[in-house]
């Protein structure tokens, strides 16, 4: 369950504030897919940084997972993101270097946790015939399959994906969101943040959000 409660988020520009986030009530249960839509500048991504805990909120409360991470502290925070938070971004962020099993395999070997489940999250994702394959030997679309498979190596309650679809053609868009529903069916509670609204409407819920607000 994600639940928050009077979110604001206020930047400064020199002395000017500008805010991001208007005061957000909002409850996800878990083993919802939701989507996050708005115009640019909606506040949206900043939303999704409060959830995924990648920013802290100027006020308000916010629980996940049944722990009210506004009282955390930073350490406690970055092992809630590693053992709780999955995240899929629109740059798939791959290590060049490594082959898809191992850039799965990281998050892993990071918490000292076997890592012998990466092979079955690639088998998972449609990729186990390219596990051995260097992010630039795969596709767009392959590459952002193991952006997902490596962001459900720890398990996470939740997983978080900004804009994932915004580098891909069409075909590809569209097999990332069918696996996002697939995983979706296994109980995985997904947040996406997207701008095309033929995506978002796959989603069980859309979350409307205009100038840091959620239109009702």
């Known amino acids: 369950m994600i639940e928050l409660e009077g979110v604001k988020k206020i930047y400064y520009m020199g002395k000017i504030e500008v805010p991001a986030l208007r005061g957000i009530d909002l409850r996800i249960d878990s083993g919802e897919f939701v989507a996050l839509m708005g115009a640019s500048g909606s506040g949206k991504s900043t939303l999704l940084n409060m959830i995924g805990l990648l920013d802290t909120p100027t006020s308000g ?25 999955g995240f899929v971004f629109q740059f798939f962020s791959l290590l060049m270097e490594l082959s898809a099993l ?15 489940r990466a092979a079955s999250l690639l088998e998972l994702v449609g990729l186990g015939d390219r596990m051995n394959h260097t992010p630039n030997e795969l596709s767009g679309g392959q ?11 720890n398990e996470p309650a939740i997983l978080l994906a900004d804009e994932p679809t ?46 840091g607000r959620v239109m009702m």
């Open 61 to 85: 409360r916010i629980v996940l997972d049944d722990v009210d991470v506004s009282s955390l502290n930073e350490n406690e925070r970055a092992d809630f993101r590693l053992r709780k938070l």
């Open 166 to 211: 915004a580098n891909l053609d069409t075909e590809s868009s569209h097999q990332i969101v069918d696996l996002f529903r697939e995983l979706n069916g296994r109980g995985q509670t997904i947040i996406m943040v997207t701008h095309e609204p033929e995506l978002g409407e796959r989603a069980d819920r859309i979350i409307r959000l205009k100038d």
């Open 102 to 116: 191992e850039n799965v395999a990281l998050p892993m070997i990071m918490d000292n946790r076997s890592h012998e």
């Open 143 to 153: 590459q952002q399959r193991v952006a997902i498979a490596r962001a459900l190596a």
